[in-house]
């Protein structure tokens, strides 16, 4: 252990988050966290299954931030399931057998069990529908507070200062092939506003797969490049069972649950940066005054308040924040905030479940908009709009939505992201297919100049 670098103070915590694991929290020096966070992502990554969730010291983008890193490394149990039916009572029984710290993910296709939808689209990744771990080792970062659950707490973080960190570069990116042309995703926005038109829908988000086959990538060197250009407060590593990865750089949170508090962040309204600060307070002007956008957002403002009034006492959900307007570094977010109390006699689980999939990535009404997503593009969704994140022993947690993502098949070698956007009546077709090209920049740059 290089004591001499990472200065710390230990206390023992041994009952600390309801865990049968001793804990210890260490303090370290703020000038090395940056250093210590680089060796606990290869860490992590040394192990067959990890999770690594960090808000990149976001700490005020969206707010209600519990900690600036999660990690969890190992797994002592696990809850993989392939069939989206009964899968949230079966992680309410796997919670309450563990009564741990759990970390993983919620396909997109647990609509199939929310729902009567089906998903028969290909799906070149093969993501389990719903993946939940016991981590051996738990890792929580909190400013220069480092908490470490796990059988030997110092041995782990000797063994995690002493990893030898390398700035690794990532390797060229393939070239990604569209799973659907640009006419033919012009054309299927047309479809998509004759379905309002006629009343179908009132909003629909249409999403397309870039995809890549004999793709031999380094997952965690490109996962730190692709946060050197977009460092955003949900971002994820994950790696499962050695074979499946998710490098996510997610701007939104899904849902998170704070004591008996529901909080939603649902993101609808994208801008472009600018090239000057001038042009950038434009942007963000136009951006907080456009109707379109605004009426994209309060759409979807009003399908979440339905959604958590299905859990939450009654007159308890509110707007926190409408058209809040956050920077990132290739865009500008309209954001709002919509939080509510959980019912006394209703299980937070059952809270996801109701929830779930967010508006935000479906539309309005949500079940027609779901049918109309699997009508009309051309590849399985996976875990691309799900949610990857944790929950704590007593029920609380807190879930990104899966955008902005690089999803990865070690095994078949297939590489893989998506983009998409609401379309609404007033969507201009051309202009939809520029707001996905937007959303994917960050992935893009990543094989600029390499390929």
Same mark, same amino acid.
């Given at each position: 252990?290089?004591?001499?670098? =990472?200065?710390?103070?230990?206390?023992?915590? /041994?009952?600390?988050?309801?865990?049968?694991?001793?804990?210890?929290?260490?303090?370290?020096?703020?000038?090395?966290?940056?250093?210590?966070?680089?060796?606990?992502?290869?860490?992590?990554?040394?192990?067959?299954?990890?999770?690594?969730?960090?808000?990149?010291?976001?700490?005020?983008?969206?707010?209600?931030?519990?900690?600036?890193?999660?990690?969890?490394?190992?797994?002592?149990?696990?809850?993989?399931?392939?069939?989206?039916?009964? !899968? =949230?009572?079966?992680?309410?029984?796997?919670?309450?057998?563990?009564?741990?710290?759990?970390?993983?993910?919620?396909?997109?296709?647990?609509?199939?069990?929310?729902?009567?939808?089906?998903?028969?689209?290909?799906?070149?990744?093969? =993501?389990?529908?719903?993946?939940?771990? @016991?981590?051996?080792?738990?890792?929580?970062?909190?400013?220069?507070?480092?908490?470490?659950?796990? *059988?030997?707490?110092? !041995?782990?973080?000797?063994?995690?200062? *002493?990893?030898?960190?390398?700035?690794?570069?990532?390797?060229?990116?393939?070239?990604?092939?569209?799973?659907? /042309?640009?006419?033919?995703?012009?054309?299927?926005?047309?479809?998509?506003?004759?379905?309002?038109?006629?009343?179908?829908?009132?909003?629909? %988000?249409?999403?397309?797969?870039? =995809?890549?086959? %004999?793709?031999?990538?380094?997952?965690?060197?490109?996962?730190?490049?692709?946060?050197?250009?977009?460092?955003?407060?949900?971002? *994820?590593? *994950?790696?499962?069972?050695?074979?499946?990865?998710?490098?996510?750089?997610?701007?939104?949170?899904?849902?998170?649950?704070?004591?008996?508090?529901?909080?939603?962040?649902?993101?609808?309204?994208? !801008?472009?940066?600018? #090239?000057?600060?001038?042009?950038?307070?434009?942007?963000?002007?136009?951006?907080?005054?456009?109707?379109? #956008?605004?009426?994209?957002?309060?759409?979807?403002?009003?399908?979440?308040?339905?959604?958590? /009034?299905?859990?939450?006492?009654? &007159?308890? @959900?509110?707007?926190?924040?409408?058209?809040?307007?956050?920077?990132?570094?290739?865009?500008?977010?309209?954001?709002?905030?919509?939080?509510?109390?959980?019912?006394?006699?209703?299980?937070?689980?059952?809270?996801?479940?109701?929830?779930?999939?967010?508006? /935000?990535?479906?539309?309005?009404?949500?079940?027609?908009?779901?049918?109309? @997503?699997?009508?009309?593009?051309?590849?399985?969704?996976?875990?691309?709009?799900?949610?990857?994140?944790?929950?704590?022993?007593?029920?609380?947690?807190?879930?990104?939505?899966?955008?902005?993502?690089?999803?990865?098949?070690?095994?078949?070698?297939?590489?893989?992201?998506?983009?998409?956007?609401?379309?609404?009546?007033?969507?201009?077709? #051309?202009?939809?297919?520029?707001?996905?090209?937007?959303?994917?920049?960050?992935?893009?740059?990543? &094989?600029?100049?390499?390929?």
């Amino acid at each position: 252990m290089c004591a001499y670098f =990472f200065q710390f103070v230990v206390y023992d915590c /041994s009952s600390k988050n309801n865990s049968t694991l001793p804990t210890k929290i260490f303090y370290i020096q703020s000038d090395v966290l940056h250093q210590f966070k680089q060796k606990l992502y290869g860490y992590a990554n040394s192990f067959a299954t990890c999770l690594c969730l960090d808000n990149n010291q976001n700490t005020n983008a969206c707010g209600y931030n519990s900690f600036e890193m999660v990690v969890g490394i190992g797994a002592k149990a696990t809850l993989k399931l392939d069939e989206a039916s009964n !899968a =949230f009572e079966q992680l309410k029984e796997f919670h309450t057998q563990n009564k741990s710290w759990l970390l993983g993910y919620l396909g997109y296709d647990l609509k199939n069990g929310v729902e009567k939808l089906q998903s028969n689209n290909p799906d070149g990744l093969g =993501f389990a529908s719903m993946y939940f771990f @016991v981590p051996e080792i738990l890792v929580t970062l909190k400013g220069e507070e480092i908490t470490i659950d796990a *059988a030997n707490p110092t !041995a782990v973080f000797e063994a995690i200062t *002493a990893f030898s960190s390398v700035d690794e570069l990532a390797a060229p990116l393939p070239k990604f092939t569209p799973r659907i /042309s640009r006419d033919e995703y012009l054309s299927k926005v047309q479809h998509v506003r004759r379905h309002i038109e006629e009343g179908d829908v009132y909003e629909m %988000n249409l999403c397309m797969e870039f =995809f890549a086959q %004999n793709a031999h990538i380094n997952p965690l060197a490109t996962y730190k490049e692709l946060l050197k250009i977009s460092p955003v407060p949900f971002a *994820a590593f *994950a790696k499962f069972e050695g074979e499946h990865y998710a490098m996510c750089a997610s701007p939104e949170r899904f849902i998170k649950k704070q004591g008996e508090k529901l909080i939603s962040q649902p993101i609808k309204g994208t !801008a472009k940066r600018g #090239e000057n600060t001038a042009d950038d307070e434009a942007l963000k002007y136009n951006l907080r005054n456009s109707e379109k #956008e605004m009426a994209e957002n309060v759409m979807i403002v009003d399908l979440v308040r339905n959604d958590l /009034s299905r859990s939450c006492t009654i &007159g308890s @959900v509110q707007v926190e924040e409408l058209f809040g307007i956050y920077t990132f570094p290739q865009v500008h977010q309209m954001i709002s905030t919509i939080t509510g109390t959980l019912q006394n006699d209703t299980h937070w689980i059952d809270a996801i479940a109701r929830a779930f999939p967010m508006g /935000s990535m479906t539309g309005a009404p949500k079940v027609k908009a779901m049918q109309l @997503v699997e009508l009309y593009e051309e590849s399985r969704r996976g875990l691309f709009s799900g949610a990857i994140g944790y929950i704590t022993p007593d029920g609380d947690f807190d879930f990104n939505v899966v955008i902005r993502s690089l999803l990865y098949n070690a095994e078949l070698q297939y590489l893989s992201y998506h983009v998409g956007g609401a379309i609404t009546y007033d969507s201009v077709p #051309e202009d939809e297919y520029d707001e996905c090209m937007l959303k994917a920049s960050a992935i893009q740059q990543i &094989g600029v100049g390499k390929n």
